[in-house]
């Protein structure tokens, strides 16, 4: 088993150069000015140019307007659309681009009707509920909830660190894990050395399972 890595919330090339060092397998921007990771166009345009091939670039969006998420479309070579609020299945299609529902956990079987609900997604990203933030808590909610049926790749998020992502991938076997703050000294700025025992920690379990 190998689950891929994303790192989100970015707002620094050095962070980004650094993340991709480090073996992360996708780049999170975040288009959502409330968050205190929220970047501009101009700001992600600057970011997109340091992303080398074959490492996937996210943009994170919570209940935009159509022509919000086509603005940054017209702007970014955006790969993966992430949507973090409340958006319908329907409008997280109409864009022609492959894209992610985050769904905030907070009881048993609302994972498996989100399977449902957004069956056209290309993965489902579950993440700690909280009622005043869309994501970005830090805080882990509890892994018994993740059903074993999948329909699509499921995504791990929420409270994720060096100290316990290697728990999570051997508990729960995702697709994928996603970390923000778990790898930074401050909000939007990354730490280099947390990044890499991040990605090291899901490697070394990987390898050994």
């Known amino acids: 088993m190998t689950a891929r890595v994303k790192i989100c919330g970015l707002t620094r090339p050095e962070d980004v150069t650094a993340a991709v060092a480090a073996g992360a397998d996708a780049i999170g921007l975040v288009f959502y000015g409330p968050s205190p990771r929220a970047v501009t166009i101009e700001r992600a345009s600057a970011l997109a140019q340091v992303v080398p091939a074959f490492v996937s670039l996210v943009g994170l969006f919570v209940n935009p307007s159509a022509a919000e998420v086509r603005r940054v479309l017209e702007a970014i070579p955006l790969d993966l659309l ?4 409340d958006e319908s299945q329907e409008f997280c299609q109409q864009f ?10 907070r009881e048993q079987g609302q994972i498996a ?5 957004y069956h056209q997604a290309a993965g489902l990203l579950v993440d700690a509920w909280d009622p005043d933030r869309y994501g970005g808590t830090g805080e882990a909610f509890n892994w018994s909830l993740i059903p074993a049926d999948r329909p ?4 791990l998020a929420g409270g994720l660190s060096s100290d316990n992502v290697a728990s999570a991938v051997t508990l729960v076997r995702p697709w994928a894990v ?16 947390k990044m890499s025992d991040f990605i090291n920690e899901v490697h070394r379990v990987c390898k050994t399972d």
Do not use: M, N, T, Y
């Not at 022609?96 to 956990?105: H, S, T, Y």
């Not at 996603?178 to 050395?193: F, L, T, Y």
């Open 178 to 193: 996603d970390v923000s703050g778990g790898v930074e000294r401050g909000k939007g700025i990354k730490d280099a050395r």
């Open 113 to 117: 009707q989100a399977f449902r609900d």
């Open 96 to 105: 022609g681009r492959r894209w992610i529902k985050a769904v905030r956990v």
């Open 152 to 155: 699509l790749p499921l995504i």
């Open 82 to 85: 992430q949507f973090h609020g």
